[in-house]
């Protein structure tokens, strides 16, 4: 065992207080219909990706349980849900956008004050830094903000008429239905709000089913969502997905599935359900995308950029860069600069000043991170870069593993962590072919200066990729750019403005621009007999 690895967990006694979980936090609410029940049955024990030093061995922290809910719980969520739609003329989607507006604004109040508490706990269910954990928060909360002003915009654009051809018609968007959201474990908290909260803010009623990791941090909001969403407007579950997932795709009640997660579960789920057709999808699915260092390339940019691309929270990101095509010019100097950088990084617990590698979250995540490294092997390739490939208990030292070809896993499948697969090119046909063959299609980065050369990239990967990045990693932000992908890798686009609309259809009352119906329309709006007809304007 290196130094390194002798070293990055802690003994009990060594952990700040300020970090410390006082004892495990045993779950056992959900929310149903406006109300906190009580679970009596089984739980799902929570483990920590930080294990303690005991002596000469190791115990993986237990931090608490969750409730493993059942079909009848699942299905009794489904029934709240569907009762405050009321087919479209329930107490939420007939609110007034101000109304609704409001029960957001007094939720996120009510979440801030929690802060500490979810930053906290992602740091021991994830294993994210406290940097990061703090950032996840915050993001969060601004994406909130933005989601409220980015709807205001929307409806002040819709509170006119408009007349074409002889018609005049107000268009505005109304809701779609009951919406199931479920979130990945790496952003448990921000990528799950960025369906939810728009589903929501657009009059939809929601089920939430957190992340099979990560799920513990949700518990500081439930009252926060309970107090400030009418019934059934929003229900909390928990438990394995075939036990809740399944029945409620089966009931064929839903009609919108926003899901972050992998192209086969997405799959999987979507076949249950009776009338596909009637099923709006909202899907953020698995990524492989590639970075492409050009022979004109700015070295410092493109390592500094493919490090954090490659290793920003261990590499779990659907954004990160999953495999770097290196021309052959610059292989060596690349290799050399790239691996003195992963030097650099501190590995250790999430709470420690300046830390960058942490423990793997995911149960067997080592373990299959390691078969792809030895399967690279066997192929040709080598670990190349000092303790890379290093293991012990839920840690993982980055791999940088050269050079990678189409014989291997690596070269293929969504590694989702510190593993970094390095393949040398000569002509610019070979990564482009790459990409246009790959069954992802999310994101692209490309490095270099000459501006012809660029561009033949750029031209050759619109058709095939959501984003398109020059000198610059993978990465969904700002929130206000579309995210989106092709191929297996997405379904839907979302960004504030683009998630108000994917929850959402247009609707338009119009009517033939006579004098007579001038004055019906006029009427109606002037003496605010009807709650979708109007011209309100929202400042």
């Given at each position: 065992?290196?130094?390194?690895?002798?070293?990055?967990?802690?003994?009990?006694?060594?952990?700040?207080?300020?970090?410390?979980?006082?004892?495990?936090?045993?779950?056992?609410?959900?929310?149903?219909?406006?109300?906190?029940?009580?679970?009596?049955?089984?739980?799902?024990?929570?483990?920590?990706?930080?294990?303690?030093?005991?002596?000469?061995?190791?115990?993986?922290?237990?931090?608490?349980?969750?409730?493993?809910?059942?079909?009848?719980?699942?299905?009794?969520?489904?029934?709240?849900?569907?009762?405050?739609?009321?087919?479209?003329?329930?107490?939420?989607?007939?609110?007034?956008?101000?109304?609704?507006?409001?029960?957001?604004?007094?939720?996120?109040?009510?979440?801030?004050?929690?802060?500490?508490?979810?930053?906290?706990?992602?740091?021991?269910?994830?294993?994210?830094?406290?940097?990061?954990?703090?950032?996840?928060?915050?993001?969060?909360?601004?994406?909130?903000?933005?989601?409220?002003?980015?709807?205001?915009?929307?409806?002040?654009?819709?509170?006119?008429?408009?007349?074409?051809?002889?018609?005049?018609?107000?268009?505005?968007?109304?809701?779609?239905?009951?919406?199931?959201?479920?979130?990945?474990?790496?952003?448990?908290?921000?990528?799950?709000?960025?369906?939810?909260?728009?589903?929501?803010?657009?009059?939809?009623?929601?089920?939430?089913?957190?992340?099979?990791?990560?799920?513990?941090?949700?518990?500081?909001?439930?009252?926060?969502?309970?107090?400030?969403?009418?019934?059934?407007?929003?229900?909390?579950?928990?438990?394995?997905?075939?036990?809740?997932?399944?029945?409620?795709?089966?009931?064929?009640?839903l009609d919108v599935f926003a899901f972050?997660?992998?192209?086969?579960?997405?799959?999987?789920?979507?076949?249950?359900?009776?009338?596909?057709?009637?099923?709006?999808?909202?899907?953020?699915?698995?990524?492989?995308?590639?970075?492409?260092?050009?022979?004109?390339?700015?070295?410092?940019?493109?390592?500094?950029?493919?490090?954090?691309?490659?290793?920003?929270?261990?590499?779990?990101?659907?954004?990160?860069?999953?495999?770097?095509?290196?021309?052959?010019?610059?292989?060596?100097?690349?290799?050399?600069?790239?691996?003195?950088?992963?030097?650099?990084?501190?590995?250790?617990?999430?709470?420690?000043?300046?830390?960058?590698?942490?423990?793997?979250?995911?149960?067997?995540?080592?373990?299959?991170?390691?078969?792809?490294?030895?399967?690279?092997?066997?192929?040709?390739?080598?670990?190349?870069?000092?303790?890379?490939?290093?293991?012990?208990?839920?840690?993982?030292?980055?791999?940088?593993?050269?050079?990678?070809?189409?014989?291997?896993?690596?070269?293929?499948?969504?590694?989702?962590?510190?593993?970094?697969?390095?393949v040398p090119f000569e002509t610019d046909?070979?990564?482009?072919?790459?990409?246009?063959?790959?069954?992802?299609?999310?994101?692209?980065?490309?490095?270099?200066?000459?501006?012809?050369?660029?561009?033949?990239?750029?031209?050759?990967?619109?058709?095939?990729?959501?984003?398109?990045?020059?000198?610059?990693?993978?990465?969904?932000?700002?929130?206000?750019?579309?995210?989106?992908?092709?191929?297996?890798?997405?379904?839907?686009?979302?960004?504030?403005?683009?998630?108000?609309?994917?929850?959402?259809?247009?609707?338009?009352?119009?009517?033939?621009?006579?004098?007579?119906?001038?004055?019906?329309?006029?009427?109606?709006?002037?003496?605010?007999e009807s709650a979708f007809l109007s011209?309100?304007?929202?400042?």
């Amino acid at each position: 065992m290196s130094h390194i690895l002798a070293n990055v967990f802690p003994a009990e006694d060594t952990i700040p207080e300020a970090y410390r979980l006082a004892q495990p936090i045993d779950q056992r609410e959900y929310l149903i219909d406006g109300e906190l029940k009580t679970w009596a049955g089984s739980l799902n024990p929570v483990l920590s990706p930080v294990f303690v030093k005991e002596g000469a061995g190791y115990t993986q922290k237990v931090i608490g349980s969750t409730p493993l809910l059942t079909t009848r719980e699942s299905l009794e969520a489904l029934d709240a849900a569907v009762k405050a739609y009321d087919l479209g003329h329930g107490y939420w989607p007939t609110r007034s956008v101000t109304e609704r507006i409001e029960h957001v604004e007094r939720f996120l109040a009510a979440m801030r004050q929690r802060r500490d508490e979810v930053v906290k706990l992602l740091m021991w269910e994830i294993g994210k830094t406290l940097k990061d954990s703090e950032k996840e928060f915050d993001r969060t909360c601004d994406y909130i903000v933005d989601t409220i002003k980015a709807y205001k915009d929307l409806d002040r654009n819709s509170a006119k008429l408009v007349e074409e051809q002889g018609f005049m018609a107000q268009i505005r968007r109304v809701p779609l239905g009951v919406s199931l959201c479920m979130g990945p474990y790496n952003y448990p908290l921000n990528e799950t709000f960025t369906t939810l909260i728009p589903a929501l803010i657009m009059g939809n009623t929601v089920i939430f089913k957190p992340a099979k990791y990560g799920v513990l941090l949700i518990r500081p909001l439930l009252e926060a969502f309970r107090d400030n969403f009418p019934k059934g407007v929003i229900n909390i579950i928990y438990g394995r997905g075939r036990e809740t997932v399944g029945a409620l795709m089966e009931s064929g009640k839903l009609d919108v599935f926003a899901f972050i997660g992998t192209n086969k579960g997405a799959n999987d789920l979507k076949r249950l359900h009776p009338k596909p057709h009637r099923l709006k999808a909202i899907l953020g699915l698995d990524a492989k995308n590639p970075a492409i260092v050009l022979p004109d390339a700015d070295l410092d940019i493109a390592v500094s950029e493919c490090i954090t691309g490659s290793l920003s929270f261990n590499g779990q990101r659907c954004t990160a860069l999953k495999i770097l095509f290196i021309h052959k010019s610059l292989l060596e100097k690349f290799l050399e600069k790239f691996q003195a950088e992963v030097k650099k990084l501190k590995p250790g617990m999430p709470w420690e000043s300046g830390v960058s590698l942490t423990p793997l979250p995911e149960p067997g995540k080592v373990e299959y991170l390691q078969a792809l490294v030895e399967d690279a092997r066997q192929h040709g390739a080598q670990v190349t870069n000092e303790n890379g490939g290093e293991s012990l208990h839920a840690f993982f030292y980055p791999a940088v593993v050269c050079p990678v070809n189409d014989k291997m896993r690596l070269y293929y499948e969504e590694q989702f962590g510190p593993v970094i697969p390095i393949v040398p090119f000569e002509t610019d046909d070979e990564p482009i072919q790459y990409v246009v063959n790959s069954n992802f299609g999310q994101q692209v980065s490309i490095f270099g200066t000459e501006s012809k050369r660029i561009a033949k990239y750029i031209d050759a990967f619109v058709n095939q990729v959501g984003r398109i990045n020059v000198n610059a990693q993978s990465q969904r932000g700002p929130d206000t750019f579309p995210f989106n992908g092709r191929k297996d890798s997405a379904e839907g686009t979302l960004s504030i403005a683009d998630a108000l609309r994917v929850f959402s259809i247009r609707t338009l009352v119009a009517t033939k621009s006579t004098d007579k119906n001038k004055q019906i329309i006029s009427t109606i709006i002037h003496n605010h007999e009807s709650a979708f007809l109007s011209t309100d304007y929202i400042f």
